[in-house]
C-alpha cells in the first residue's frame, strides 16, 4: 500500500487494510511517524521511509493498544530514534500494567474479534519518551498534542491549527468498526465511536470528541478508516459530537475504570457474557476478517 497524501506535509499508511500510521514532515523536512500499526507491519513502514527518503526523527504514539505500538519498538530501535507518548499511557508502554480488560459485551464485529486477542503487556521502557505537558515538540513544529482520554488513559490527538488537520488515533473513527461490513470494508466513511470494546470510560470519550469537534477541522485522519476531508466535515463531526452514544450496556458504561501513573487502580466488575454464542459470531466475523486481511497484505 503506498503513501497516501491527505493534507500538506501528512502521508497515511493504511496497514492490512485495518488500522492507520501517518507521516508527518516538518519545517526542517524532517520525518514523523504517528502511531505504528502491528508488529509485522514494521517492513511496510521502513518501505515507506525509504520511499520518502530518510527515517523518521521520532514516533509518537497516540496511544499504546497493540494495533499502534506493535512495531514501534523494533523501529525505534532499528532507527535509533524516540517513541513518545503521553504520561497516563506509561505504565501500558513499561511493561507495568496491562490496560484495563477489553469487553466484549459491549456487542459488534470488533467486541467478538476482540476475544481473539490475548491481553499482552508490552514494553518499550527502553526508547519511551513522555512528551511535554503543553503538547508542544521541537520536531513537531506547527503541531499541538492534545489529551483526548477516554478510549485510552493517555490517548493523545495531533493538530495543525493553521492547515487544520487532526489526526485523531482511536479518539473517533471513521468508519464503523462496531459493524462487520464497516470493519472488514472501512466503508462507508464516516465518523464512529473509536474501539468500542477497548474504551474504559466513555464519559471522557464523549468529552474529548467534544474537544475535537470544537477544532472544526478540515481534514481528519484516525487510526481507524478513510481520511475525511472537506468543508462539511467541521458540522459532520459536530453532528457525531451532539449525537454521540455510548454502548447500551458493557462492563465501563455505568461506570468507568480509573487508572493513574501506575496503572489500572479501578475496575467495575465484569458483567455476566454469553460466551458460546457470542463466540460462534465472533469466530465468523474474525475469519472474515482476516479473510480481507490476507488479501490486501499481498
Ligand atoms: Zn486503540
Request: glycine fraction near 10%; proline fraction near 9%.
Amino acid at each position: 500500500m503506498p503513501l497516501q497524501a491527505i493534507a500538506p506535509h501528512v502521508w497515511r499508511i493504511n496497514i492490512f487494510n485495518f488500522v492507520n500510521a501517518y507521516f508527518i514532515q516538518n519545517a526542517e523536512g524532517d520525518f514523523v511517524l504517528v502511531d505504528s500499526g502491528v508488529r509485522p507491519a514494521a517492513n511496510q513502514l521502513k518501505a515507506a521511509a525509504a520511499e520518502l527518503g530518510r527515517p523518521p526523527v521520532a514516533i509518537v504514539l497516540t496511544h499504546g493498544h497493540i494495533d499502534h505500538v506493535g512495531s514501534a519498538g523494533d523501529l525505534a530501535r532499528g532507527w535509533n530514534i524516540p517513541v513518545y507518548a503521553g504520561r497516563l499511557e506509561k505504565p501500558f508502554l513499561t511493561g507495568e500494567d496491562y490496560y484495563p480488560p477489553g469487553d466484549p459485551t459491549v456487542g459488534g464485529a470488533l467486541a467478538q474479534m476482540a476475544r481473539l486477542m490475548p491481553a499482552q503487556k508490552f514494553d518499550i521502557s527502553d526508547v519511551l519518551e513522555i512528551y511535554p505537558e503543553d503538547g508542544k515538540l521541537d520536531i513537531l513544529k506547527g503541531w499541538r498534542i492534545i489529551e483526548t482520554p477516554g478510549h485510552s488513559p493517555g490517548h493523545a490527538s495531533l493538530w495543525h491549527e493553521d492547515d487544520r488537520v487532526l489526526l485523531a488515533g482511536d479518539a473517533l473513527c471513521t468508519a464503523d468498526m462496531d459493524s462487520v461490513v464497516g470493519m472488514t470494508t472501512l466503508k462507508p466513511t464516516q465518523f464512529a465511536r473509536g474501539g468500542t470494546p477497548f474504551v474504559p470510560d466513555w464519559k471522557e470519550m464523549k468529552h474529548s470528541v467534544g474537544k475535537l469537534a470544537d477544532l472544526e477541522p478540515a481534514t481528519v485522519g484516525a487510526g481507524h478508516g478513510h481520511p475525511m476531508t472537506g468543508g462539511d466535515v467541521p458540522q459532520q463531526l459536530r453532528d457525531f459530537f451532539h449525537n454521540f452514544k455510548a454502548p447500551e450496556h458493557g462492563r465501563y458504561v455505568g461506570e468507568p475504570a480509573k487508572t493513574d501513573e501506575t496503572g489500572v487502580t479501578f475496575l467495575p466488575s465484569a458483567p455476566p457474557d454469553s460466551l458460546p454464542r457470542n463466540m460462534a459470531i465472533g469466530a465468523l466475523a474474525g475469519a472474515a476478517a482476516f479473510a480481507i486481511l490476507g488479501r490486501t497484505r499481498k
